[in-house]
């Protein structure tokens, strides 16, 4: 079965190895991943039709919203972006505009089409790749440039400036290979197979990523849609570095040149942007902190403004990148706040219309605070038990320590700032404290963390309530 295949308990199965609780939230969301599945098996002119439910989240920080989303994308393989509503400036303004929370999600759909696509040549690429260490590890006989020869390199050059191509991209030295050379390769392709060489050292030259960083790197030219990393590169020669390395690190380097020559980029393109339109995510945190709030200074009609400049985005507009336009209409919106100081309502009302799904998320009880310390798959118990066991310590949680720690993380979220399963975060490493630092010293093989042993780190701490204010 395709990841986007999955059915909505199936979606919720997977989740629950991540994320406790919250199982209204998981359900509406699945049901939404899932009618994006159904939607693709109408008749082109129903599909047209058929708009997304976007999803409003409420509720305390640290209780799941983002991580329920984060791992969705995962689960189902879709173009995932998570931006902050906070981080958005009025149209004007200077700051991020909101049409680039899709460009950034077309940057993530190129991506993961690329990595498809390289997956699909690798195996020729390899084949290439081999031949090219080969190569390295056995050069041949390098010919002597001769009068007759420079003058067809000058030629070739002006060809390639005529044809709008860079002279210098084919200037391989010529190479003559003798029957000695062609052994000495036959030998080390089969030791190469055989894997024998994998350590071995070699000099390769590779393109300059500093040169790649700068030509992506204008940030306000890509927020207009415009790539000018195209026109730079083909006036600008490609830099080349040398580097010494292990000839696996070199086949690698190799591999993903050999890949960039055998996959066509326009269709990577092509297909980046119709990935990102029928299953990107795009899941906006924060967007409480943009509320109007009723109240009509300076920076609160401003905040409004970031709603107004949001709200064709979600309403499906045609948002131009530097890789093609993309229309948004099919895109799932998951919008996501705590609501604390303001509600829903205090949005505009167009925007609120287009959230139709409201989803409340559940507060952290003591017996959900035990199961995120055990149950999920990257529970923080395991997380912690894994590091310190890189010192040869092996440390075991008694059920009392498990559930002390648990009964502390409630009680200090509610009698000071509730933040939610983070508190765990905090209250671990104060714990652990002493067995992080000592610990590469101490040379012990067990240690049990038990109730008393919680009492002693943390429970002076835990009944101070100013000091817990601070270091809890």
Do not use: C
């Amino acid at each position: 079965m395709q990841p986007a295949e999955k059915t909505p308990k199936q979606i919720v199965t997977a989740l629950d190895e991540y994320v406790i609780g919250q199982h209204e939230a998981k359900r509406a969301i699945a049901v939404a991943l899932r009618n994006r599945y159904r939607r693709m098996q109408l008749a082109q002119d129903m599909q047209d039709e058929i708009t997304p439910k976007n999803m409003l989240m409420i509720g305390p920080t640290g209780v799941g919203k983002t991580e329920i989303a984060r791992r969705l994308a995962k689960i189902v393989v879709a173009p995932f972006v998570k931006v902050e509503a906070t981080k958005f400036t009025e149209v004007g303004y200077v700051g991020r505009d909101v049409e680039s929370m899709v460009r950034d999600l077309v940057d993530v759909a190129i991506e993961m089409e690329r990595k498809v696509q390289y997956k699909n040549v690798r195996a020729e690429a390899s084949r290439q790749a081999d031949k090219r260490l080969v190569k390295l590890l056995v050069p041949g006989v390098k010919k002597q440039p001769t009068q007759q020869n420079q003058m067809q390199g000058l030629m070739s050059a002006f060809t390639a400036m005529q044809n709008g191509q860079n002279p210098l991209q084919n200037t391989e030295e010529k190479e003559e290979v003798t029957d000695t050379v062609r052994d000495q390769r036959l030998s080390v392709k089969e030791q190469l197979d055989r894997g024998l060489l994998e350590n071995e050292e070699v000099t390769i030259e590779m393109a300059d990523p500093k040169q790649a960083v700068a030509m992506n790197n204008n940030n306000m030219m890509g927020q207009m849609g415009i790539d000018l990393s195209e026109t730079l590169g083909a006036l600008t020669p490609k830099r080349k570095i040398s580097r010494t390395v292990t000839v696996k690190e070199a086949r690698e380097v190799f591999i993903k040149e050999e890949s960039e020559k055998l996959v066509n980029e326009a269709d990577i393109y092509h297909a980046s942007i119709k990935r990102a339109e029928n299953t990107g995510i795009i899941f906006i945190d924060e967007i409480d902190k943009i509320t109007a709030n009723g109240q009509q200074n300076s920076g609160e009609v401003s905040r409004e403004g970031v709603q107004r400049d949001i709200l064709p985005i979600v309403e499906g507009s045609a948002i131009t990148t530097k890789y093609g336009t993309i229309n948004t209409d099919h895109i799932l919106f998951i919008a996501s706040g705590a609501f604390a100081d303001s509600k829903p309502s205090d949005l505009i009302a167009e925007l609120q219309g287009r959230f139709p799904i409201r989803v409340e998320l559940d507060d952290l009880s003591k017996e959900d605070f035990v199961r995120i310390l055990t149950e999920p798959n990257n529970a923080l118990i395991k997380q912690y038990m894994a590091m310190i066991a890189t010192d040869n310590i092996h440390t075991t949680f008694t059920k009392e320590a498990i559930e002390r720690i648990a009964e502390i993380a409630y009680n200090v979220n509610h009698e000071t700032e509730n933040i939610g399963a983070r508190r765990l975060h905090t209250i671990l490493e104060k714990l652990l404290e002493d067995i992080l630092y000592e610990g590469p010293d101490m040379e012990m093989g067990d240690i049990t963390i038990t109730e008393k042993y919680v009492n002693d780190k943390i429970g002076d701490i835990v009944a101070d309530k100013d000091l817990s204010r601070y270091i809890l």
